[in-house]
């Protein structure tokens, strides 16, 4: 009987480890969620496998870093590597055009596969954040009409604030976050505004090209566990995923803003306390009102492609087996390759001319 009682226990044991295992992204999205919403969470969750499932977790502690932005390492599909994902995110989200002023941009328009344009947009991903970029990626594939696509957040919080757009905001501490939805907060500021400051800001006109930070709701309190899920781009230089908690109502129990203190040294071995992810001004809640997905949405204007040349005079009939006309070339954009040094000139060469 003693030796039957142990494995029973360890079966019982093992069965609620088991079904907490379970990845929120791999169960299917809830009964009643719009066919947009489920867009949304499902090209999100997508590109959160590919960068290995890196998380932070409940109480704000970075986990599971498998692959950073600018590394040559292949994603989990091995389709790519993980810098060129990110320049899929500028490109084909239509805001790589207004970084053109950037230095390195338009190196990431060229193909790949030049040393000096690899390593010059390399550098332009290190240096610009690409959280916008991604969010306005994820709206664009999942086909969010009317988003307004912007290498800033705070366009786009913008426009849910007056009401221009498939989001509307609403306070965090207040909406019930759902599938689809945006959780935003604003970052590098001196005094914590949260949602009340926000708004302020907003209806006087004040806020320009504020530093913010927004991540897509993909679950909230999935079978019950009180926790919001969330996942974002360049969150430790990835793509992750988040955990917030939510109370019994489904609201967000906001951690409090780290306060301002230009001389704190913050997070550090012996101050615990401080090395929390999720203690920032969460200032607005996005609440998805559009259902229906769309095609091509609005954005920013992106560089434009050289002018196709002008058709060729008729030509000649064409001989048996030969074609009329050449076929047509697709366009590029055009080629910017930083000067390569010139080598040294022998003694015995002469001296460039130079034009006068």
Same mark, same amino acid.
């Given at each position: 009987?003693?030796?039957?009682?142990?494995?029973?226990?360890?079966?019982?044991?093992?069965?609620?480890?088991?079904?907490?295992?379970?990845?929120?992204?791999?169960?299917?999205?809830?009964?009643?969620?719009?066919?947009?919403?489920?867009?949304?969470?499902?090209?999100?969750?997508?590109?959160?496998?590919?960068?290995?499932?890196?998380?932070?977790?409940?109480?704000?502690?970075?986990?599971?870093?498998?692959? /950073?932005?600018?590394?040559?390492?292949?994603?989990?599909?091995?389709?790519?590597?993980?810098?060129?994902?990110?320049?899929?995110?500028?490109?084909?989200?239509?805001?790589?055009?207004?970084?053109?002023?950037?230095? *390195?941009?338009?190196?990431?328009?060229?193909?790949? *596969?030049?040393?000096?344009?690899?390593?010059?947009?390399?550098?332009?991903?290190?240096?610009?954040?690409?959280?916008?970029?991604?969010?306005?990626?994820?709206?664009?594939?999942?086909?969010?009409?009317?988003?307004?696509?912007?290498?800033?957040?705070?366009?786009?919080?913008?426009?849910?604030?007056?009401?221009?757009?498939?989001?509307?905001?609403?306070?965090?501490?207040?909406?019930?976050?759902?599938?689809?939805?945006?959780?935003?907060?604003?970052?590098?500021?001196?005094?914590?505004? /949260?949602?009340? #400051?926000? &708004?302020?800001?907003? /209806?006087? #006109?004040?806020?320009?090209?504020?530093?913010?930070?927004?991540? &897509?709701?993909?679950?909230?309190?999935?079978?019950?566990?009180?926790?919001?899920?969330?996942?974002?781009?360049?969150?430790?230089?990835?793509?992750?995923?988040?955990?917030?908690?939510?109370?019994?109502?489904?609201?967000?129990?906001? +951690?409090?803003?780290?306060?301002?203190?230009?001389?704190?040294?913050?997070?550090? +071995?012996?101050?615990?306390?401080?090395?929390?992810?999720?203690?920032?001004?969460?200032?607005?809640?996005?609440?998805?009102?559009?259902?229906?997905?769309?095609?091509?949405?609005?954005?920013?204007?992106?560089?434009?492609?050289?002018?196709?040349?002008?058709?060729?005079?008729?030509?000649?009939?064409?001989?048996?087996? &030969?074609?009329?006309? +050449?076929?047509?070339?697709?366009?590029?954009?055009?080629?910017?390759?930083?000067?390569?040094?010139?080598?040294?000139?022998?003694?015995?060469?002469?001296?460039?001319?130079?034009?006068?």
């Amino acid at each position: 009987m003693r030796r039957m009682l142990l494995p029973a226990c360890l079966l019982f044991a093992a069965a609620p480890l088991t079904a907490a295992a379970a990845e929120v992204c791999d169960i299917p999205p809830r009964y009643g969620l719009s066919p947009l919403a489920v867009s949304i969470v499902r090209t999100a969750c997508n590109e959160h496998r590919l960068w290995y499932r890196p998380f932070i977790d409940g109480e704000g502690r970075a986990a599971n870093l498998g692959v /950073s932005e600018a590394e040559r390492l292949y994603l989990a599909d091995d389709g790519m590597p993980a810098w060129q994902r990110v320049v899929a995110y500028w490109r084909d989200s239509g805001t790589l055009g207004p970084m053109g002023s950037q230095p *390195g941009a338009t190196s990431c328009m060229q193909p790949f *596969g030049t040393r000096y344009t690899d390593s010059d947009c390399r550098a332009f991903i290190i240096d610009n954040p690409w959280s916008a970029a991604f969010i306005s990626w994820v709206m664009s594939r999942a086909g969010v009409p009317g988003f307004t696509r912007s290498p800033r957040h705070i366009d786009y919080i913008r426009a849910a604030y007056e009401n221009s757009g498939p989001y509307q905001m609403t306070d965090p501490a207040q909406g019930k976050p759902a599938p689809g939805d945006l959780l935003c907060y604003l970052r590098d500021r001196d005094e914590t505004l /949260s949602y009340a #400051g926000l &708004v302020q800001q907003l /209806s006087g #006109g004040k806020v320009e090209n504020w530093k913010s930070h927004c991540e &897509v709701v993909v679950a909230a309190n999935m079978g019950g566990d009180h926790t919001l899920y969330l996942i974002g781009g360049n969150v430790m230089n990835t793509v992750a995923m988040r955990k917030l908690p939510l109370d019994r109502n489904g609201r967000i129990q906001l +951690p409090p803003p780290r306060p301002y203190d230009p001389y704190d040294i913050g997070c550090t +071995p012996g101050r615990e306390d401080e090395c929390n992810f999720n203690r920032q001004d969460w200032a607005a809640l996005l609440k998805l009102v559009a259902s229906s997905p769309m095609g091509v949405t609005p954005s920013y204007t992106p560089v434009p492609a050289p002018t196709t040349p002008p058709p060729p005079a008729p030509a000649a009939p064409a001989q048996p087996g &030969v074609p009329a006309t +050449p076929p047509a070339q697709k366009p590029t954009f055009p080629r910017v390759v930083p000067p390569r040094p010139q080598p040294p000139q022998s003694p015995a060469s002469p001296p460039p001319r130079t034009s006068p």
